[in-house]
């Protein structure tokens, strides 16, 4: 059980808001308020449930990868909320009444990635205005009409996403009472069976791709006359319906890719409608029949990724005047198919990833006067095909990347040329570029030499291209080079995009750049460069660089005015070379300049004023470096709100300016992770408290807390120093801190008053220290969610303790301690908790009293405790909300009746169970995940699968099991999963797995 959110999560928060330029909300500083747009941002923020804000003029609410674990009765009453995205939380209960006062105000809701069952929709039920509404990713299963029926919203809804759920059928009549649904995606479930007029006649776009369906389910979608996009990927089809009819009209956008088609038949589409564009790719396609796609009006037609050999020669019949596009790339073409030849207005035609070794003259005659992007890659050709090119006349962008020509001729491009716009020749080995070779491209704009072996090169190589060429990529190219390198790209006066990447480029020149007064793109990476000289960018000439990339060369130094007045320059990435001093105004007036990366350098030293009024400046990566000291004198003038990562370097002391300079640095997220700090002088905090939110200072030697004044910071990570007890001013600094992590320290003691100062504490982790006790009032002031306190030596609690944030605790791991009964934790008043972890203690009873006061736990973790046995009569009855319930290791050899209506995932590995009783989870139809894995089961307990009918995944591996038979798994038409490894089988019957799906 996950009780903290990772402390990198909530340190990209603090980077993400730091360029947005948003507001942090007032009601939390963790999260982003967009007033001008009346929402609420909170991405990554740890909740266990959804927080209380100011409702007045919010509309918008998005609160993602927070750990949202349940939603209770009105908890938006009063708002004005219309649109909630609640994506990618931990939600496993949502109320029957949780969105009481939006029934007529809420028209979006996004609940994606959740762990939502059936139970969801009854609270979705009032709901009128709803017109979007997102399932994807949750364990829905069931789908007919009673259920969607009652909602109240069924004549506003337009869009219902239910992909990646556990639905196996759709039912008749299941979604036809939405009679304004214009969009409707199952995809990604285990649909096998789809019943008649399931679905309403309003539907313009139906995806049912990656299901486990047979054939097209056309009786389901017959009648669906406003079809307009239907996708059927990734489903189990051998054959399309012959005929493939429809009352639609015109379909956009068909889509039939990755089933298991061997072939098309003649006239399989009858022109009973049309479609725009059709994706075949990656099916097991050999042959293509006369006449397969005629009256169809075809547009753009996929065939990648087949086994297509050839094509008839009428295969195109009847879109010879439609198809524009045409995709054959990936299959087993030999020789041109004379089909093609037919197509007389295509546009675009890629034969990637084939076996051609030449083309004839005629090859491409039909469509010479309409093609205009042309992909040869992936072929054995030896040459450019400058013969069959010769005619072609409005030819803009050809790549005949990864062939085998060596050379490029004088004459390849020559009376065919002149159309070129794009032209790929990487990874083919051509050695050679003589002068002249592109003399016939007057209209190139992107040059692609990459990886290549370019032994010689002309100095005029690319002047022929001086006044069109926008794009250069040499990227791994120039094999071995005397010549000076800036000779390639002197005269491309419109030269934006250079890239020089992975050469063996030891030296560049002074001025080199002087003649790219249009240049934005530079990438310089993975060379051996030494230096950049200091005059190498010109503040007057390159006036549009936006990026450079000089990572992983053999820089040492960066010089003085390096980079100095580059105008529009934004990132400059020094990643990975081997510098160990940057120079005063090294970085100095680049407007626009937002993120520096020094990373994995050896720097040593950074000069003060090494970045000089960079006003723009929120990103600077010095990780992984070799700093012992760290001043803010590297810094002078204004920056936006900063975060500064200097984590994995050697760094003893922090240094406040020492310059008589009135600017305060807007540190909003400092990263000190991995260092060698003892202590942080009271000048250097004083300098970056008036904006600091994040500081991270895990894993240094930091053995007291007394920091000066941090009045807005909200997440101090202290994990793994040196500390040994938290006095009564040790977090006096830190008013505001709404996560503290603690864990990893050495931890005795825990002074009254220790906390009393954090208001607002709301995640504490002290796990893996060596608390013995705690004080009575210890959480008292604070407004604890999530306290994790594994990995102590906790015998018992007192008996207040937790009483003191029973009002917000939702969260409490206990893991790792010396518990040995439950009656030394007194759980009475936590009412609203919701996940319990008491793994790893001596805990060898449960009495009828341990859990009563716990209605709304939803997770329980038990395991590796003595138990032996859960008696009947045991408390666990009084959770009937519990979702998750593991017992691994606990020495169980009984198992009794579990009455847990909503368990979900029921863990049992590695006990000492023989056989368990029909009785056992006669409560628990609603069981998913059940793992009964290393016992000493010796026959498959399937009694139990009666009452099981939604699990979706078993695991019995590692048991003294000899046989499995047909009716092993008889019932369990849900299983996606099954791990029978480690069995001891003498006999295992071939129709075992039969009904499994």
């Known amino acids: 059980m996950a009780i903290l959110l990772s402390t990198l999560t909530v340190m990209m928060i603090g980077l993400s808001e730091a360029k947005s330029g948003n507001d942090l909300c007032t009601f939390n500083p ?57 994506m990618q939380n931990q939600l496993t209960h949502v109320s029957a009444k949780a969105f009481g006062g939006l029934e007529n105000i809420l028209t979006t809701l996004d609940l994606s990635y959740n762990q939502l069952d059936d139970t969801l929709l009854a609270a979705l039920t009032p709901l009128c205005t709803l017109q979007w509404l997102n399932l994807k990713g949750n364990q829905l299963e069931e789908v007919h009409t009673s259920k969607w029926s009652q909602m109240k919203f069924k004549e506003a809804i337009n869009s219902l996403f239910l992909s990646s759920n556990h639905i196996t059928r759709i039912q008749e009549g299941a979604f036809a009472v939405l009679n304004n649904l214009d969009l409707l995606d199952v995809e990604g479930n285990l649909i096998h069976d789809i019943d008649s007029h399931s679905f309403p006649t309003s539907l313009k776009s139906l995806s049912l791709s990656n299901n486990i369906l047979k054939k097209v389910p056309l009786h389901a979608i017959y009648t669906l006359k406003n079809l307009r996009y239907l996708y059927l990927s990734g489903n189990l089809f051998r054959k399309l319906p012959s005929p493939f009819h429809l009352q639609t009209p015109r379909l956009e956008k068909l889509e039939i890719s990755n089933n298991m088609l061997t072939q098309l038949t003649e006239f399989v589409f009858n022109g009973s409608f049309t479609i725009k564009e059709l994706s075949l790719d990656f099916n097991f396609i050999r042959s293509v029949a006369a006449r397969s796609f005629k009256n169809t009006a075809l547009e753009r037609l996929v065939l990648a990724n087949n086994r297509i050999i050839s094509l008839h020669s009428d295969a195109f019949v009847g879109i010879e005047k439609t198809l524009k596009t045409l995709d054959l790339s990936f299959n087993l073409i030999e020789e041109f198919p004379s089909a093609v030849n037919n197509l007389n207005s295509l546009f675009y035609l890629s034969l990637k990833g084939n076996m051609l070794q030449k083309l004839e003259k005629d090859d491409l005659i039909g469509f010479r006067r309409t093609l205009e992007i042309l992909d040869l890659s992936g072929n054995m050709l030896e040459a450019v095909p400058h013969l069959t090119l010769m005619r072609m006349k409005t030819l803009a962008r050809l790549s005949l990347q990864d062939n085998r020509i060596r050379i490029i001729q004088q004459d390849d491009f020559k009376g065919w040329g002149e159309s070129l716009t794009t032209l790929s ?21 992107e040059l692609k030499l990459s990886f290549n072996n370019i032994l010689f090169f002309s100095p ?41 990447d992975h050469n063996n480029i030891s030296k560049i020149s002074s001025l080199g750049l002087n003649s790219l007064v249009k240049v934005r793109h530079l990438d310089f990476s993975n060379n051996d460069i030494k230096e950049i000289p200091i005059d190498f960018f010109m503040s007057s000439k390159n006036v549009y660089l936006n990026t450079i990339n000089f990572g992983n060369n053999d820089l040492k130094t960066i010089r003085s005015g390096t980079f100095w007045e580059i105008q529009h320059v934004s990132t400059i990435v020094l990643f990975g070379n081997k510098i160990t001093v940057v ?33 723009r400046l929120s990103n600077l990566f010095l990780q992984d470096n070799s700093l012992g000291v760290f001043s803010l004198d590297i810094i002078e003038g204004e920056t936006s709100q900063l975060y500064i990562n200097l984590s994995n370097n050697a760094l003893r002391e ?44 895990s894993k240094n030697e930091i053995e007291n807390t007394s920091f000066s004044s941090l009045p807005v910071l909200q997440m101090l990570d202290l994990s793994c120093n040196k500390l040994h007890t938290l006095s009564s001013d040790s977090f006096g600094c830190c008013p505001n801190v709404q996560i503290l992590m603690l864990d990893h320290n050495n931890i005795s003691d825990i002074f009254d008053g220790a906390l009393d100062g954090l208001g607002n504490l709301r995640v504490l982790d002290l796990s893996q220290n060596n608390l013995a006790s705690l004080k009575e009032n210890i959480f008292y002031f604070t407004k604890l969610e999530r306290l ?36 030394s934790v007194n759980f009475t008043n936590l009412s609203k908790l919701q996940a319990l972890n008491l793994s790893s203690n001596h805990i060898a009873f449960l009495d009828g009293e341990s859990f009563r006061s716990l209605p709304h736990l939803l997770e329980l973790d038990l395991s590796r405790n003595p138990l032996k046995k859960i008696p009947e009569e045991s408390s666990v009855g009084y959770l009937p909300y519990l979702k998750s319930f593991s017992l691994c290791n606990s020495s169980l050899i009984l ?17 000492f169970l023989f056989n368990i009783s029909q009785h056992a989870f006669q409560d628990c139809d609603q069981v998913r995940h059940l793992d009964l894995s290393g016992n000493f089961l010796q026959d498959v307990p399937l009694h139990l699968w009666p009452k099981m009918r939604h699990l979706i995944s078993l695991d019995i591996s590692c048991n003294p099991i000899e046989v499995l038979n047909v009716n092993s ?15 001891l089988l003498k006999r295992l019957d071939p129709r075992t797995l039969h009904g499994l799906r």
């Open 30 to 86: 963790l999260c982003t308020c967009r007033r001008s747009h009346h929402e609420v941002i909170c991405h990554g923020v740890p909740f266990s449930e959804f927080p209380t804000f100011p409702t007045e003029e919010i509309y918008q609410v998005t609160i993602v990868r927070s750990g949202l674990e349940a939603l209770h009765h009105n908890f938006l009453e009063g708002s004005s909320i219309a649109s909630l995205h609640l």
């Open 425 to 445: 020749l990487a990874n083919n080995g051509i050695t050679n570029l003589p002068e002249g070779s592109f003399t016939h491209l007057r209209r190139l704009k």
């Open 460 to 500: 005029n190589i690319f002047k022929p291209l001086e006044r069109t060429l926008e794009v250069l990529d040499l990227s791994s190219s120039l094999f071995s080079h005397n010549q000076s390198i800036d000779v390639l790209w002197r005269n491309l006066k419109n030269l934006e995009w250079l890239q020089l």
């Open 583 to 615: 120079e005063d105004y090294a970085f100095a007036h680049c407007t626009y300049l937002h993120t520096i990366v020094l990373s994995k350098n050896n720097l040593t030293s950074i000069a003060p004023s090494a970045i000089y009024n960079l006003t």
């Open 654 to 697: 922090l240094k406040s300016s020492d310059s008589n300079s009135t600017t305060v640095l807007k540190i909003r997220t400092l990263d000190l992770t991995n260092n060698q700090i003892s202590v942080i002088s009271s000048h250097f905090m004083s300098s970056v408290s008036k904006y600091l939110v994040y500081l991270f200072l």
């Open 788 to 823: 994790n306190l594994s990995g102590n030596h906790l015998l018992h609690l007192p008996s207040s303790i937790l009483n003191m944030v029973h009002r917000t605790l939702r969260n409490l791991d206990l893991s790792f301690n010396e518990f040995k009964n439950l009656s």
């Open 895 to 911: 198992l009794e009746a579990v009455p847990l209506p909503q368990l979900q995932v029921i863990s049992l590995r590695k006990n």
């Open 969 to 983: 798994f008889a019932g369990l038409e849900k299983l996606q999963s099954l791990d029978i490894s480690g069995l």
